[in-house]
Nanobody, 123 residues
Framework: QVQLIESGGGLVQAGGSLRLSCAAS???????MGWFRQTPGQDREFVATISGSTGTITYADSVKGRFTISRDNAKNTVYLQMNSLKPEDTATYYC?????????????????WGQGTQVTVSS
């Protein structure tokens, strides 16, 4: 069983930056770790994901060039550096993990989820 613990959310002005962290407890985890986000009344939306074994990274078009996902396998931790934040980035951000995925951007592919951390970007 993998438990995911997120941190780093908060309130920031438009144009600012935040860094989210997600630590996986338990055994070393070399699968996929990623981030999704959700606003009230909407489906969970894919943000970014990274493979622990190959380093392959995928981003949603809406965050390319602004967000950077990275991973420290020794610490079993994934990070999401968010720059040039916009009010439309406001959401609850969830960390997710899966041993293997076929469709990296699909919520259903991920087996483990964190509790979510709120990111609010003011205009």
């Amino acid at each position: 069983q993998v438990q995911l613990i997120e941190s780093g959310g908060g309130l920031v002005q438009a144009g600012g930056s935040l860094r989210l962290s997600c630590a996986a407890s338990g055994r070393p985890f070399s699968g996929w770790m990623g981030w999704f986000r959700q606003t009230p009344g909407q489906d969970r939306e894919f943000v970014a994901t990274i493979s622990g074994s190959t380093g392959t990274i995928t981003y949603a078009d809406s965050v390319k060039g602004r967000f950077t996902i990275s991973r420290d396998n020794a610490k079993n931790t994934v990070y999401l550096q968010m720059n040039s934040l916009k009010p439309e980035d406001t959401a609850t951000y969830y960390c997710a993990a899966a041993s293997r995925v076929w469709y990296k951007e699909r919520e259903s592919e991920y087996d483990y989820w964190g509790q979510g951390t709120q990111v609010t970007v003011s205009s």
